[in-house]
């Protein structure tokens, strides 16, 4: 007992650790300790500094700041050793205004300089360049060449402004008439300003007055110039424009370079971020996302208190700050988004009964769970065993001994088939949620899951088993994971060490093919050869699984909605040896029958054998459901009957074609439907042994399709001794295929099966 009071004591301890910086937010200091922070209404803030020791001293001027207040209202703050000067300075996006005066040059109306003069600012070994992404330079008034140099003298940016007789002049942007503008590069830390005058033309006179005119030129901060009403022409005096710098710490080249010397090192306060700088060498800092305040000094960066800025951050429930972000709840008892307006709804009593007892539980489970920890290693050791149990149980060591044995035999035969355990599986379907439930069958549910690695997987949680079929499963799932048909929805694995075992396969996006015949949505592509293809790809998979192991893997359960497509309608069978995890007593078998009414082998009805032809039976219906486009069992007709007892029925009155899809019915030729109808036939014989094996099914549906994309095969296609051979039809010929009534189960109103109910 005393141990659990230390534990909460502790805990207590430990709260209010994490609470009281949060709830005692301090301001973070902008300037170094005991210097100056502002100048007029300019904050100040460290790197820069107003006198000795309160600016960052790298070798690199313009980080040092003087203030004149003595008798200037506004102060007025430059930049020492430049005497530029600004009117802004922001830590966060690492620019600075400055203002200078336009250049410009004055002449009489004869065309003779009056009066001109030269303003040129020079950056030159300082933190700043001027911003290429938010100044231009300008030159006004025509003719007239402006440009500027750099502090070589060289070259860099210039354009020419011409003249048009007035009733010509273009008013409007600065586009070269009476006006001219052009961008600047980056890494420029100098500008010295020329204008080039050219004697006055006829058509001067557009932008020229009897009085004195003025030729200007500057560099100017993108914003603040609009050139629309031609204030600028009349102006005969002098201006400061504004204009753009960015600074940043340019000792060093970028950051890398500079987090090698940490005392040089200008991102000081913890956690914060350095950005190289984007004009010009150099780098600045930013603090981490959900903080503000300086970077460059130690403890600068302090949590932003997002619940005090409902602006920015809109939050009409319950907000709590949290460092370097916030969490915003609807109050107790309601629900849903409390980030906008009325977003939270009271919710309804049962889910606030719910929460209530959700809430009662998880005290009581605290309190348990502070008993079950001083217990946990004896607890631990029952649950490893009770997992162990669970997984014994399921069979996973005789899955692992064969795994292992297999391996050994087939050089990592089993590779890709992993055993989950039950933590992944509730990881990945976010604890078997509602919304991600795929679909319930007769056999179980399928969760739709993504595992760590991103893969989307489908989960299937099956119902309980016998415990005879145990070795059985194992053995299932052995074969199943060694299949690799890319007609059949791939196993990845399972998971065991539960009471329920769980199967992972892969996920198939388009739907089932029960989805895509009878869907609300339109399909587009429900031609003949899709159908064909999906009959003939489903109908290879089956074949495989016959053929692949001895004795043979039987599906059980063939019907459209066991039958998936992927993005290219390539078909999928599913859910093989499903029926192996079906319950097995005679009740249960009822319900089963009834999920999948219409399928059924009427043979399996009788002998409670399952056999390959059973397959093939189920089959025969899917073929038929894709030809007709109708529903295994439609209640839809005036007769309600199986779609199987319709087509016999309309086979035997020679009205079968009737029964077909109206799209196949256009596309397939009368030979084409003698050979699918013959098919469907044999599948759905009453007597298994009169069934074709599936083998054969696939090879038939297979030829059928190449015969139907044959360049001739059109519909009404002519009766060439291609054609006919292609279906190998003279092996057959002369076998008639009758019906007797015998030969049919009826399933007349599909009330033959309400034994299910
Ligand atoms: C400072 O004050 C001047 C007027 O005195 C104003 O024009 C300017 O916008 C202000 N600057 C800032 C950053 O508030
Ligand atoms: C300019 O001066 C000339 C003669 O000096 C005169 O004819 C003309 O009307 C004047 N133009 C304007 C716009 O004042
Ligand atoms: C420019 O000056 C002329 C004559 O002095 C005047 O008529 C005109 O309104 C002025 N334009 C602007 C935009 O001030
Ligand atoms: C800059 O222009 C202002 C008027 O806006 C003027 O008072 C000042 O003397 C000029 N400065 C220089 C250096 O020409
Ligand atoms: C950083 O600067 C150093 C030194 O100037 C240089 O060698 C290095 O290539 C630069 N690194 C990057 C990523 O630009
Ligand atoms: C680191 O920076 C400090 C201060 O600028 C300087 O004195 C020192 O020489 C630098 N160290 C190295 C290894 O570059």
């Given at each position: 007992m005393a141990l659990a009071a230390a534990l909460l004591f502790l805990l207590m301890l430990l709260h209010v650790l994490v609470v009281a910086p949060a709830s005692a937010r301090r301001r973070p200091p902008v300037a170094r300790p005991g210097c100056r922070d502002s100048c007029g209404n300019i904050t100040v803030s460290y790197p820069f500094g107003i006198g000795a020791g309160c600016y960052r001293n790298?070798?690199?001027?313009?980080f040092q700041l003087e203030c004149?207040?003595?008798?200037?209202?506004?102060p007025r703050l430059t930049v020492s050793g430049f005497d530029h000067h600004l009117a802004d300075l922001s830590l966060a996006s690492g620019e600075a205004r400055a203002y200078l005066n336009a250049t410009r040059e004055c002449f009489s109306s004869t065309g003779g300089l009056v009066d001109r003069t030269n303003s040129y600012m020079s950056l030159q070994y300082s933190v700043y360049r001027f911003s290429d992404a938010k100044n231009r330079l300008v030159a006004l008034g025509c003719p007239n060449l402006g440009y500027f140099v750099d502090g070589d003298g060289y070259y860099v940016s210039g354009c020419m402004s011409v003249c048009r007789p007035s009733r010509y002049a273009m008013p409007g942007p600065c586009t070269g008439v009476g006006c001219c503008q052009s961008e600047i590069p980056a890494d420029i830390s100098f500008f010295g300003p020329y204008l080039r005058n050219f004697p006055p033309s006829k058509d001067s006179t557009a932008f020229t007055t009897n009085a004195t005119s003025c030729h200007y030129v500057f560099l100017v901060e993108d914003e603040w110039f609009t050139y629309t009403d031609r204030v600028f022409l009349n102006r005969t005096d002098d201006f400061a424009v504004p204009l753009v710098l960015d600074w940043a710490v340019r000792n060093i080249d970028n950051c890398s370079a500079a987090g090698q010397n940490a005392t040089d090192f200008a991102c000081r306060s913890v956690g914060s971020q350095c950005v190289d700088a984007t004009n010009g060498p150099g780098y600045r800092c930013s603090c981490p996302k959900g903080y503000d305040g300086n970077p460059y000094l130690d403890r600068g960066c302090a949590d932003i208190d997002e619940c005090h800025l409902k602006d920015e951050?809109?939050?009409?429930?319950v907000c709590t700050n949290t460092p370097g972000s916030h969490t915003c709840q609807c109050p107790p008892g309601t629900s849903g988004g409390a980030t906008a307006k009325n977003g939270c709804r009271p919710k309804d009593n049962f889910s606030l009964a719910l929460k209530t007892v959700v809430g009662v539980g998880v005290g009581v489970f605290m309190s348990v769970f502070m008993c079950f920890w001083l217990y946990l290693g004896f607890q631990k050791r029952k649950l490893i065993k009770a997992k162990q149990n669970f997984f014994e149980h399921n069979g996973g060591v005789i899955l692992q001994q064969q795994m292992r044995s297999h391996r050994g035999a087939a050089?990592?035969?089993?590779?890709?088939?992993k055993i989950f355990s039950e933590q992944e599986l509730v990881k990945a379907t976010n604890n078997f949620a509602a919304d991600q439930v795929l679909g319930r069958g007769g056999h179980g549910i399928v969760y739709k899951g993504v595992l760590e690695d991103k893969t989307v997987v489908a989960i299937k949680k099956s119902k309980m088993m016998e415990e005879s079929d145990i070795k059985e499963f194992a053995r299932e799932m052995l074969i199943l994971s060694q299949i690799n048909h890319r007609n059949v929805v791939k196993l990845l694995g399972c998971c065991l060490d539960i009471e329920v075992p769980m199967l992972v396969y892969e996920y198939v996006s388009n739907g089932t093919l029960y989805h895509f015949l009878h869907g609300k949505e339109l399909n587009t592509d429900t031609t003949l050869d899709t159908r064909l293809r999906i009959a003939a790809e489903s109908a290879e998979a089956l074949a495989y699984m016959h053929s692949s192991a001895s004795p043979p893997i039987l599906h059980g359960d063939v019907k459209t909605a066991n039958i998936l497509l992927d993005n290219n309608l390539t078909a999928k069978v599913s859910d093989f040896g499903a029926s192996k995890l079906a319950p097995s007593d005679e009740v249960q078998i009822a319900t089963l029958v009834q999920g999948t009414c219409g399928y059924l082998d009427p043979e399996y009805l009788m002998t409670c054998q399952l056999t390959d032809k059973s397959d093939v039976y189920s089959f025969g219906v899917v073929l038929l459901e894709l030809l007709t486009g109708k529903k295994a069992i439609c209640f839809s007709g005036p007769e309600d009957r199986s779609l199987v007892s319709r087509f016999v029925a309309a086979t035997k009155a020679g009205t079968?074609?009737?029964?077909?899809?109206g799209q196949v019915r256009k596309e397939m030729g009368p030979e084409a439907l003698e050979e699918v109808t013959h098919i469907v036939t044999r599948c759905v014989s009453v007597s298994g042994e009169e069934r074709p094996a599936m083998k054969e099914v696939a090879e038939r549906l297979e030829a059928l399709r190449r015969y139907q994309r044959?360049?001739?095969?059109?519909?009404?296609?002519?009766?060439s001794e291609e054609g006919q051979s292609l279906f190998g039809r003279d092996m057959e010929r002369g076998v008639e295929y009758m019906f007797g009534p015998q030969d049919v189960l009826d399933l007349e109103g599909g009330s033959t099966y309400t034994l299910s109910l």
């Amino acid at each position: 007992m005393a141990l659990a009071a230390a534990l909460l004591f502790l805990l207590m301890l430990l709260h209010v650790l994490v609470v009281a910086p949060a709830s005692a937010r301090r301001r973070p200091p902008v300037a170094r300790p005991g210097c100056r922070d502002s100048c007029g209404n300019i904050t100040v803030s460290y790197p820069f500094g107003i006198g000795a020791g309160c600016y960052r001293n790298d070798g690199q001027q313009g980080f040092q700041l003087e203030c004149h207040d003595s008798g200037l209202f506004p102060p007025r703050l430059t930049v020492s050793g430049f005497d530029h000067h600004l009117a802004d300075l922001s830590l966060a996006s690492g620019e600075a205004r400055a203002y200078l005066n336009a250049t410009r040059e004055c002449f009489s109306s004869t065309g003779g300089l009056v009066d001109r003069t030269n303003s040129y600012m020079s950056l030159q070994y300082s933190v700043y360049r001027f911003s290429d992404a938010k100044n231009r330079l300008v030159a006004l008034g025509c003719p007239n060449l402006g440009y500027f140099v750099d502090g070589d003298g060289y070259y860099v940016s210039g354009c020419m402004s011409v003249c048009r007789p007035s009733r010509y002049a273009m008013p409007g942007p600065c586009t070269g008439v009476g006006c001219c503008q052009s961008e600047i590069p980056a890494d420029i830390s100098f500008f010295g300003p020329y204008l080039r005058n050219f004697p006055p033309s006829k058509d001067s006179t557009a932008f020229t007055t009897n009085a004195t005119s003025c030729h200007y030129v500057f560099l100017v901060e993108d914003e603040w110039f609009t050139y629309t009403d031609r204030v600028f022409l009349n102006r005969t005096d002098d201006f400061a424009v504004p204009l753009v710098l960015d600074w940043a710490v340019r000792n060093i080249d970028n950051c890398s370079a500079a987090g090698q010397n940490a005392t040089d090192f200008a991102c000081r306060s913890v956690g914060s971020q350095c950005v190289d700088a984007t004009n010009g060498p150099g780098y600045r800092c930013s603090c981490p996302k959900g903080y503000d305040g300086n970077p460059y000094l130690d403890r600068g960066c302090a949590d932003i208190d997002e619940c005090h800025l409902k602006d920015e951050y809109p939050c009409y429930g319950v907000c709590t700050n949290t460092p370097g972000s916030h969490t915003c709840q609807c109050p107790p008892g309601t629900s849903g988004g409390a980030t906008a307006k009325n977003g939270c709804r009271p919710k309804d009593n049962f889910s606030l009964a719910l929460k209530t007892v959700v809430g009662v539980g998880v005290g009581v489970f605290m309190s348990v769970f502070m008993c079950f920890w001083l217990y946990l290693g004896f607890q631990k050791r029952k649950l490893i065993k009770a997992k162990q149990n669970f997984f014994e149980h399921n069979g996973g060591v005789i899955l692992q001994q064969q795994m292992r044995s297999h391996r050994g035999a087939a050089e990592g035969g089993a590779s890709g088939f992993k055993i989950f355990s039950e933590q992944e599986l509730v990881k990945a379907t976010n604890n078997f949620a509602a919304d991600q439930v795929l679909g319930r069958g007769g056999h179980g549910i399928v969760y739709k899951g993504v595992l760590e690695d991103k893969t989307v997987v489908a989960i299937k949680k099956s119902k309980m088993m016998e415990e005879s079929d145990i070795k059985e499963f194992a053995r299932e799932m052995l074969i199943l994971s060694q299949i690799n048909h890319r007609n059949v929805v791939k196993l990845l694995g399972c998971c065991l060490d539960i009471e329920v075992p769980m199967l992972v396969y892969e996920y198939v996006s388009n739907g089932t093919l029960y989805h895509f015949l009878h869907g609300k949505e339109l399909n587009t592509d429900t031609t003949l050869d899709t159908r064909l293809r999906i009959a003939a790809e489903s109908a290879e998979a089956l074949a495989y699984m016959h053929s692949s192991a001895s004795p043979p893997i039987l599906h059980g359960d063939v019907k459209t909605a066991n039958i998936l497509l992927d993005n290219n309608l390539t078909a999928k069978v599913s859910d093989f040896g499903a029926s192996k995890l079906a319950p097995s007593d005679e009740v249960q078998i009822a319900t089963l029958v009834q999920g999948t009414c219409g399928y059924l082998d009427p043979e399996y009805l009788m002998t409670c054998q399952l056999t390959d032809k059973s397959d093939v039976y189920s089959f025969g219906v899917v073929l038929l459901e894709l030809l007709t486009g109708k529903k295994a069992i439609c209640f839809s007709g005036p007769e309600d009957r199986s779609l199987v007892s319709r087509f016999v029925a309309a086979t035997k009155a020679g009205t079968h074609e009737k029964l077909l899809d109206g799209q196949v019915r256009k596309e397939m030729g009368p030979e084409a439907l003698e050979e699918v109808t013959h098919i469907v036939t044999r599948c759905v014989s009453v007597s298994g042994e009169e069934r074709p094996a599936m083998k054969e099914v696939a090879e038939r549906l297979e030829a059928l399709r190449r015969y139907q994309r044959r360049p001739w095969g059109q519909a009404g296609g002519n009766d060439s001794e291609e054609g006919q051979s292609l279906f190998g039809r003279d092996m057959e010929r002369g076998v008639e295929y009758m019906f007797g009534p015998q030969d049919v189960l009826d399933l007349e109103g599909g009330s033959t099966y309400t034994l299910s109910l």
